[in-house]
Each structure stands twice: as C-alpha cells, then as structure tokens.
C-alpha cells in the first residue's frame, strides 16, 4: 500500500531538485510510478521562500525544466504540478542534464536561493547515453548532496562513485513498484541535509513566529540570548534569556506587516559560538469587518454578522438608521463577539448598518451593508377552493410574504373532527377531506415565521346538499 498523510515537517530548508528520466528507455507505468514516489517523498514538508523549494528537470535528448524552485509553495499546487508532469521521451543523456541541473541549482532566474543546501535526488532505470562522472562531480565539489535511487540494473561501482559519499546512505536499489518501501529511509536523509542549522522562523503571524535553532548548548553549558527589534527602529530593541536546553522560543505581541533583526547569542561556559541572525517580517494585519451578512430578518429586527475577528480587535461598533433620513442609533458589541441582533425597528423599512471595527492601536476600519425588515404580520393571499371529488376540495392560497418556515392549514368541520396540517413553505395547496355533504366548514391558512406570528386568512365554504361544494359555491369571507 502507498503510505498515507506523513506528519508535517517544519525547520527545514533547502532547494531539492529532482533530476526525472523523462527518455523513451521508461515505460508509461514505471514513469507514473516514479511520479506517485516523488510526491510521497516530500509532501511533508513546509514549502515557502524560506523553507523547502522544489523543482524537476527532465532528462531526455534536451534537458528541459518542467517549473522553477519558486513556482509551486504550497502542498496542493505542487502536488497538481507533479501529476501533471508529462514525458518527453527521447534520448537519455543524462550528463546534458547534470550539467543542466548545476546551472539551474544555483540560478536566480530559476528561483535557487544563496546559502541554502542544495539536494541532488535522480530517479533512474540505471542508464545513460552520454558520460556523467565529469558533471555529477562539479556538482558534488559545488556542496550539492546528490542521492540516487536505481530501478533498473544499473552498474553498481558507477552510480556507488556518482552519489554522495557514503553510498549505503546516498544509493538505493529497488524495483519500479516497491519504491514506497524506500521512501521514509530517503526522506530522514535528505532531511538530515536540510533540517535548518542556524536560526530559523516558523509559524509566522501578523503579531508572532516561533523561533527555532539547533542544539548548541545544554541545561549545564550556558544559556541564549535573543535581541529583536524592527529593523527601521533598533531603539525598540527586546531582549530575553532561555537556558541551554531549549531549541526555540516564541515571540509575540509583535506589529504586524514589519520586519525585524533577530540575533541569538550563546553564551558558553564551554565553547565559543558565533552569534546567528535573521530578518522575520511578520504578516500584514488581519483587516475586520472584510464582509458583512444580514440574515433572519423579521419585522421588527434583523441579525448581523461579519468576519474575521482578529486578536487585535479591542470592540465593535454598530451604527444603524433607516434610509432616506439621518437618524442613526448605535450598539457597542465586544471585540470577542461576531454577531448581534438589532431590535425595536420598523416594519418594512431599508435599513443603513455600519460595523465599525475599533482596534487596540486606535485604528479604525467601517464596512456597511444595507438590511430590509418583513412587512409586519405578513399573511397568505386568495384563499380558493377547488372540487376534486366527492366529499373533498383542493383549498390553495399565494405565498405569504417574508422568510416563511411553513404554513398550517385547520379544518374546522361542521359535523366530525377537526383537523391540522403543516406543510413546508414551498406547498401552497392542501385536499381537504370527509367533509359532509350540505355542512359548511371553516378553513383557515397561517404563515409559520421564525420571529413572528403570522396573520391567518380565514373562508367559510359550504358543501351543497348531495353533491360537492364548488369554487363559486357559498361561503363567505372571515
């Protein structure tokens, strides 16, 4: 079986690029399979510029780049982006496409960063039409990590010289259909090349990010010092000290959308090290109210709902007032809180709503949304009646006005019981049976609202002497 959902791993950074025999010696199935391997390999990871990137070059008579390091940062683009990779078939020259490869690891155009691992992963059936001892070499001597995974047969003493050193660790052997076996082997050592070594941000927010460095010191060694401060005013500069055995520390209460300097210094009884620093830019605010609802509204009062509702929100404010005219009232609501519901308004009336969100900073940001009350009392229309046999009619009413849940609909019948009916809002029609030949009966349609009580509609209809009640029969109105 394919492996599952990996648990996401974070802290890590590095370029990756995979190096894809894309020629004719591959099958369509061995090339599908190859794909399914790459993705399970990495979608675990962070991807982002200060994370992992990815990339994939073709091997075929001409090396082709199927997307840049910098194109695909998030799971579900890069997973689309590796399924939709197609083969090119051709020849295999593989050294055209090592040579490719250093080029573009080391490329800004092809979105490789400076000063990051760069991690060599070639899928191969194990042959090559032209030499890669040369150009597999340049590209080790530039820090490259080169791994190799062979499904086919190839030459053992060739590809143990081309993968990085030590090649029980770098080289793997294995058929086409069990590459899932190798894959978390592979992962754990690509992570071990790009697990980040030095002072690292992640869960970045609009107010924090969590810091994260390797293990330098220890509870009895010493202890770390960490300074920040917004890089366009260093004299805001925050300190604080962690013992030796934590690895990370998050900071908060941070401005949103500013970068800062972050240096962390350890402080050794034991050893010197150098202090390591980074720039963490945090992100833009969440900006309240983006939208504004309206919803369950009746005569007299309406709901209202807007989103998000960021942290750094202190309370809301709701100024509403009908329109035309200039007459406003307002509701103070708490910063936690998303909804309210507005009450005491007049019946079928366009109302003006304003939600005004007042942040901590002073701030202030407004979105308006324009909010109608039912018509008071709403009740169905044209209540009618029609014969459909003996001893029964069709009574049938227009739809009341408003947001109706349902209507009922009572008999009361001159001689038997009487009888009730609910009927969801979309029937406007009910028979109504055993109604005795020469007796006049009451019936009587009732909108069912949320927040109101509708106004029933009231008719008498008579049945005539030994033969049914018709339309035009007698009956009056109530």
Known sequence: PLPGPQPSVSNSEGDLLFLLDSSGSVSFHEFSRVKEFMWDLVQPFTFGPRDVQTSIIHI??????????????????????????????????????????????????????????????????????????????????????????????????????????????HLHFVDVDDLPIITKELRDAILDVIQANRL??????????????????????????????????????????????????????????????????????????????????????????????????????FHVSWAPTPASVAGYQLLYGPLPGNAVELLEVDGKRNSTVVENLAPNTTYLVTVTAIYKSGMEKSLS????????????????????????????????????????????????????????????????TDLAAGTTNKVCVKPVYKNQAGKGLCRLVRMQPGELGRGDGSRGAV
């Open 60 to 169: 075929s008579t001409t090396p082709t780049m199927e997307f840049p390091f910098n194109r695909y940062l998030a799971r579900g683009t890069l997973q689309q982006a590796i399924k939709d990779t197609r083969q090119l078939m051709g020849d295999t020259n593989t050294g055209k496409a090592l040579s490719y490869a250093k080029e573009k690891l080391f490329s800004d155009e092809a979105g490789a960063r400076p000063d990051v691992p760069k991690v060599l992963v070639w899928v191969t059936d194990g042959f090559s039409t032209d030499d890669i001892s040369e150009p597999m070499q340049l590209l080790k001597d530039m820090g490259v990590t080169v791994f190799i995974v062979s499904t086919g047969r190839g030459n053992y003493l060739e590809l143990s010289a081309a993968a990085s050193q030590p090649p029980e660790k």
């Open 200 to 301: 690292h941000a992640v869960d970045i927010t609009s107010t924090s990010f969590r810091l994260t460095w390797p293990e330098l010191l220890s509870q009895e060694t010493g202890y770390y010092t960490l300074e920040y401060a917004p890089i366009d005013d260093p004299g805001r500069k925050r300190t604080q000290q962690v013992s030796g055995a934590h690895t990370s520390l998050t900071l908060s209460s941070l401005a949103p959308g500013t970068t800062y300097e972050v240096a962390l210094i350890p402080e050794s009884n034991v050893h010197y090290f150098a202090p390591q620093t980074t720039r963490v830019t945090t992100l833009a605010e969440e900006i309240s109210p983006a939208q504004v609802l309206i919803s369950e509204s009746g005569p007299h009062s």
């Open 369 to 432: 949304a324009k909010a109608c009350t039912q018509e008071e009392g709403s009740k169905v229309r044209h209540l009618r009646f029609e014969d459909m046999g003996p001893n029964t009619l069709k009574a049938s009413w227009d739809s009341a006005d408003g947001k109706v849940l349902g209507y009922r609909v009572r008999c009361r019948r001159q001689t038997g019981p009487s009888s009730v009916l609910s009927v969801s809002p979309q029937i406007h029609s009910v028979l109504l």
